[in-house]
């Protein structure tokens, strides 16, 4: 069964710092891969999202570093805020059928204040 | 601007009642839908999508059923639900066919789901 790997599974940052979390990926059906955040209670919320024809793609704070060769992809947040606190899911596509994903099991982030 | 709805936002139900989650779209046509469940602390499982009326695509063989009765509309259902199926349910929906992207998924607010 095809799956996406993500670590951490939690992290603890202090304000100001650097969060990263990463995916690694079997082999996709089409390439694009996107980064959720989850508040709780909330649905996730589409937060940057990569194609690979490009290594890197970065949209205010946040950056995603991808490695095709490898199958990975990460999460930079730069300059961490408490309002970052949130959960965390990458997803890469299925093999097994258009425009669906196979998410990541999360990351519980936590910025220090 | 579109926007997802889902209702009801919570719901306590006894084991072996019938289920109905609604999920609507606004501001596009022939949207991709999809329903997922969200266990506690764990990752999003796809349950079912949809590319059009009438079209549904099963992931995971279970206790539950969806339906598209209406371009934006998709239905969750069960006719009697188990312990297990307790969770949150989340709604998405991505562009179709010459809409825009339809990489990009969206979700709604979420149902959480206590069967007692």
């Known amino acids: 069964q095809q799956q996406v790997k993500q670590s951490p599974q939690s992290l603890i940052v202090q304000k100001g710092g650097i969060s990263i979390i990463n995916c690694a990926y079997e082999n996709t059906a089409f390439d694009y891969f996107p980064w959720y955040q989850q508040f709780p209670g909330k649905g996730p919320a589409l937060l940057i999202a990569i194609r690979p024809d490009v290594s890197e793609k970065k949209e205010g704070r946040f950056t995603i570093s991808f490695n095709k060769s490898a199958k990975q992809f990460s999460l930079h947040i730069m300059d961490s805020q408490p309002g970052d606190s949130a959960t965390y899911f990458c997803a890469a596509p299925s093999t097994s059928g258009t425009y669906k994903y196979i998410f990541g099991t999360g990351t519980r982030l936590k910025v220090l204040a | 601007s579109q926007t997802i709805h889902q209702w009801p936002a919570t719901l306590v139900q006894p084991v072996g009642s019938p289920l109905s989650l609604e999920c609507t779209v606004e501001?596009?046509?022939?949207?991709?839908l999809y329903w997922y469940r969200q266990a506690a602390g764990r990752g999003l499982q796809l349950l079912f999508y949809s590319v059009g009326i009438g079209q549904i695509s099963s992931e995971v063989p279970q206790n539950l059923s969806a339906s598209r009765p209406q371009d934006r509309q998709f239905i969750l259902s069960s006719k009697k639900l188990l312990l297990s199926d307790s969770g949150f349910y989340l709604c998405?929906?991505?562009?179709?066919?010459?809409?825009?992207?339809?990489?990009?998924?969206?979700f709604g607010p979420g149902t959480r789901l206590t069967v007692t």
């Open positions: 501001g596009t046509s022939n949207p991709n």
């Open positions: 998405a929906w991505s562009a179709g066919w010459l809409e825009g992207s339809p990489y990009e998924q969206y």
